[in-house]
């Protein structure tokens, strides 16, 4: 996005523009996006859906590069984006791989080089201003005057993004949060909810709460839950995955609950399962949930599915209302930076401009997407970061080079099209804004 936004002003002018990647195959993470159509991103895109750094400094970022500016980008480059029920924006083609034809099909375009596989080992600002740029594992080395660090995170390491981006951060002066941690990751079950790996395959709308040692609320999300042979996946449980290991790092009490029915509480269903008569549980439960899951449900409570509710016990009664509407999961661990989709953590946010995304730590370094300290739920909120972020710095990178010299009075070389961040934040205007 960087280097798309910056080649569109610097075609024909001389000047270089070069996109280093390590891997072999550019772009795996927006091919396998999305189940393969790529979630570009998502209609209602706020601070609200992130964590990380500060959601006050997240959302002056998305907002300086929204979601309909996201839209006219892509369309701009060929890519019409519809919007689903879910508020997921994919491609209509429903290919990951017209995304990332377009990104690359304009890298070209632009005369941007792009040079892969050249993973960098080191970035080294030099005294007299600039950077010595060096391949990893040889003495290839190259001077830049600017430098974008968009290395991502750790998750899918196998598609590139392995962390390698974190020591170069940290040796041009940045701090790191003090982990980084699997996000919207898969859940592993312990003993004590092995039943549900045997209901694999199913999937229910539930809420799923993370709570501290000491009960209190500290996420909830109401979507899908997965149950799996390891455990349990799905959007509820991937959003809540990055909670619960964050408060388990402070906190190891704090713990995952599913409520199986959104909307009841524990007095609501606790009076219909007494007012059954001679109705068997079972049935009361299966007109809530499906056929298997209703029946696991009941027998790993100590409740015989098949009983007339009029038999049951108060402690046993009571015991199916608590797991009907907060059921405690023992959760063992997350399936690893292999299955997350993002990472939580990373470079500190207040280390960084938001109005430019310019290093605050140094001079001629930009950061942009996953390898900052932020991560967003699951929908397109993180493409989105990356977008934002990415066409932010491309403006002030813009805006930096058209102050210069060089580039002053030169007209824009035939290159159609420019970011459309900078239609609206004209060249000049990064209003750089203090850290919060
Ligand atoms: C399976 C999966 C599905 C996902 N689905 C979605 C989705 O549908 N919607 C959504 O919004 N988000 C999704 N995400 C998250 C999204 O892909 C990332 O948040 C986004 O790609 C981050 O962009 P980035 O440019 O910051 O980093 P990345 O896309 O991770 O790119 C970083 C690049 O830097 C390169 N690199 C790293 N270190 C070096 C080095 N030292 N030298 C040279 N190159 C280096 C890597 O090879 C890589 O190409 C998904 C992620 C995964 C893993």
Redesign the pocket.
Known sequence: ?TAVCVGRRLAGTGARVVL????KK?????L????G??????HAVDAQQYAGGSRNTIGKVLRRFDVAQTVAFFAGLGVELKCEETG?LFPVSDRAQTVLDALLGEVRRCGVELV?P????AVEASPDGGFVVGR?GTDEAFDAARVVL????M??PK???????YP?ARRLGHTLTERCIPA?VPLVTGERSRWLTGLSGISARVSVEVRSGQGKRLARFENDLLCTHFGLSGPAVMDASRWLTEARGRDPGASLHVGWLIGESFGSVDEALRGLGATRVLTWVRERLADRLARSLCTAHGVDPMQPGAQLTKDARRALAHALVEMPVEITRDRGFAH???TAGGVLLPEIDPGTMRSRRCEGLWL????LDV??R?????????WS??AIAGASIVADLESEESLRGESRADCAGSCPHAKKYPPGDSNPEPAD
């Open positions: 996005m280093l990647d390590g891997a550019v772009g795996v993470k927006i396998v996006a999305g189940g159509r790529c979630n570009v991103t998502h997921k892969h050249w993973r960098v080992g990893a968009a290395t991502g995170g998750a899918l598609s590139g993004s392995d962390g390698g981006g170069l919207l997350a989709e993002a942009v997407g996953e390898i991560d967003g699951i929908g397109g909120f993180n493409f989105q970061w990356a972020t990415g």
